[in-house]
């Protein structure tokens, strides 16, 4: 198993957190150094910074089809879902509905804020996931009952990349007059979304997903949606989330958002050529399959599972080889269990745990492409030779599950 590139670094795990871009790093120097007043101050260098947080905050307002005063500064896309999440409860349960709509594949941020509200006695509905890793816009109306305050799916799911009919699922939710939220961190600066003419009440997003900086997102709630307080103790983001605002890296965030959006067109025909040469190379491995529908998915998403193989050590050869790739979430990276996304689709334990999960960038180019699938064939290859499993397999002492 040669290095055939030199391992220089390729990095294909842009799902987990992107490299920042130059021109978010040049917009956030500026209030590291000479602008670092505190927004809340009223002295002339607060006031400079609180200018830009109101220009940063329009410019991010435009982006998503929505007017500033709908935004609200988080931590992250955590932080966002969990607010949305629970402000929703609230306003339902002070209504005396307390059933929630979701997906049995959502982020965790999502997953453990619908566990921790079932414990309070919240109903919770998670809709099953068809094999393409979509669900229908007819489940969510099925699944909608006179007590139901909230449905919440995510735009594009973060392991396989299938992009849901948020549009028609929002529609649904606002002639029953049920609040919609969508987990879009995935899919913010990637692909075109209007709140407004998408139907979307809440939308949680995270900006180093968009080449911005870690640690900082924004929860988008219509106008009209009373928000529930996570974090007490001052009066910032209209006293709706407190804590002196991180005026640099929301200029780094509004500025990648910007340039995400401005070049998302170019991007996506590039990203879809990578991508569709990827699947094509990795599908010529024999007893592999595709994770999700193969068009329906982010431009930059490739996510396979091969039999006969652990997932944990496919990386690491791969990483060994200059390849920086994921089998999943990073959130659960640390877990031994396979995936709940790959198991929401129907794949067994023994298939789920030989996962692969490659996200693109732009910046990652044909002759990386052509390196990877290489070098993949080349491990998977290797690590069936060494395997038990592979050799029942192969003997036909078992049977195959990937055809």
């Known amino acids: 198993m040669n290095c055939l590139n030199g391992c220089r670094n390729i990095y294909i795990d842009n ?4 490299k920042m871009s130059k021109s978010a790093i040049n917009a ?14 009223l002295h002339s260098e607060g006031q400079k910074a609180a200018e830009a947080l109101v220009g940063a905050r329009e410019r991010i307002a435009k982006c998503l089809g929505c ?9 992250g896309g955590s932080e966002a879902d969990n607010q949305a999440i629970v402000s929703a409860a609230r ?18 941020a999502v997953l453990h804020t619908l566990e921790r509200l079932k414990k309070e006695g919240f109903e919770i509905t998670l809709l099953d996931v068809h094999e393409n890793g979509l669900v229908t816009p007819e489940q969510v109306a099925e699944a909608i009952r006179p007590d139901t305050c909230l449905v919440t799916v995510m735009y594009a799911n973060n392991e396989i990349g299938t992009i849901q009919p948020i549009a028609e699922i ?64 001052g009066a910032q983001e209209r006293g709706k989330r407190a804590g002196t605002e991180n005026i640099p890296a929301i200029m780094g965030m509004a500025t990648a958002l910007e340039e995400a959006c401005e070049n998302i067109d170019k991007n996506t025909k590039k990203l879809t050529a990578l991508r569709d040469r990827l699947i094509s190379g990795l599908s010529e491995i024999p007893h592999s399959i595709l994770n999700g529908d193969a068009k329906k998915r982010l431009p930059g998403n490739v996510n396979f599972c091969f039999e006969g193989i652990e997932g944990e050590s496919l990386l690491l050869l791969l990483d060994d ?33 030989g996962s692969l999960r490659l996200s693109l960038s732009e910046e990652n180019t044909e002759e990386e492409i052509e390196y990877t699938i290489g070098a993949v064939k080349e491990v998977v290859e290797y690590l069936r030779s060494i395997s038990p499993i592979w050799r029942d397999l192969s003997s036909g002492k078992k049977k195959f599950i990937i055809k």
């Open 67 to 75: 007017t500033s005063r709908d935004l609200t500064f988080t931590s």
């Open 321 to 353: 080889k200059g390849i920086c790739a994921s089998s999943g979430s990073a959130c659960t990276s640390g877990s031994l269990d396979p995936s709940h996304v790959l198991l929401a689709i129907g794949r067994v334990h023994d298939i789920a745990h």
């Open 91 to 108: 306003i339902g349960e002070k209504k005396g509905k307390k059933h929630i709509v979701s997906t049995a594949f959502e982020h965790h």
């Open 15 to 18: 799902a987990a957190t992107t």
């Open 28 to 41: 956030m120097l500026p209030y590291l150094d000479g602008i670092y007043g505190n927004p809340s101050s």
């Open 170 to 233: 929002g529609a649904i939710c606002r002639e029953r007059g049920v609040l919609f939220h969508t987990d879009a961190v995935q899919a913010v600066g990637h692909l075109k979304i209007n709140v407004t003419e998408q139907n979307i009440d809440m939308l949680s997003l995270s900006a180093h997903k968009f080449h911005g900086p870690k640690g900082i997102g924004v929860l988008y709630a219509r106008k009209g949606i009373p928000l529930t307080n996570l974090i007490e103790g």
